[in-house]
């Protein structure tokens, strides 16, 4: 059975462009999360995603946002970039999102900011 | 808000030795605990769990026991080997429109032959 898939591994872009994460769970997962794990800062939560509704969303600027399709895939969209947005954006799926569910989570895409 | 406060590390210690890592968190509710793994170059693996007070998740000779009223999921192995060398992240997950997992800093461990 396939993990997290996260595309593309890595991305550069400059800064004030817009880039755009995508993530496929697990087959049969509903709940997506996004997390942004930037150096020295351990894991930042930034969005949940269950039955393509967002179900919480971290502490990070508008210009962070996102969707959940039908097939419950998901992508990451972070406008105006800024150097400091450089990270390795990490997803995550569960099967559903009661408290006891383990997230899987996939290798991440590293995004540089230039 | 939720939180958790781990020792951040870096975490030195021979091969063999014996491993605590200690974390405590803050989490309204009755949260579920858990432990992850992220080895470098990749993305993060569960370790253990534990959904209830006094449950002990275990899991490749680690250990960690849920402890409600000190809000404590301490991690420990007997005797850590090269191959363990990683960072450890703990994580209450709780019910509810907030219950995502909420992850600390991390503890980097370093394990030398």
């Known amino acids: 059975e396939a993990g997290v898939t996260q595309s593309p591994t890595h991305l550069i872009k400059t800064r004030g462009q817009q880039a755009t994460l995508r993530c496929s769970p697990i087959s049969g997962h509903t709940s997506v999360y996004w997390y942004q794990q930037a150096l020295g800062l351990g894991l930042q939560f930034l969005l949940w995603?269950?039955?393509?509704?967002?179900?919480n969303r971290g502490n990070f600027p508008p210009r962070f946002s996102g969707r959940q399709f039908p097939n419950y895939s998901s992508e990451l969209n972070v406008n105006a970039l800024e150097l400091e947005d450089s990270a390795l954006y990490l997803c995550?799926?569960?099967?559903?999102?009661?408290?006891?569910?383990?997230?899987?989570f996939g290798q991440g895409t590293r995004l540089t900011v230039v | 808000g939720d939180s958790v406060t781990q020792m951040e590390g870096p975490v030195t210690l021979s091969e063999e030795a014996f491993l605590t890592i200690n974390c405590t968190y803050t989490a309204t509710g009755y949260p579920s605990l858990f432990w992850y793994v992220q080895y470098p170059g990749e993305g993060l693996q569960l370790l253990l769990k534990?959904?209830?007070?006094?449950d002990k998740g275990s899991n490749k000779g680690f250990e960690a026991t849920y402890r409600k009223e000190t809000t404590s999921f301490h991690l420990e192995k007997g005797s850590v080997q090269v191959s363990d060398s990683a960072v450890y992240f703990c994580?209450?997950?709780?019910?509810?429109?907030?219950?995502?997992?909420?992850f600390g800093k991390g503890t980097k461990l370093s394990v030398k032959p």
């Open positions: 994580a209450p997950r709780r019910e509810g429109s907030q219950g995502n997992l909420i």
């Open positions: 995603y269950d039955e393509g509704e967002e179900r």
């Open positions: 534990a959904t209830k007070a006094d």
């Open positions: 995550a799926s569960s099967l559903h999102r009661g408290r006891g569910t383990e997230a899987f």
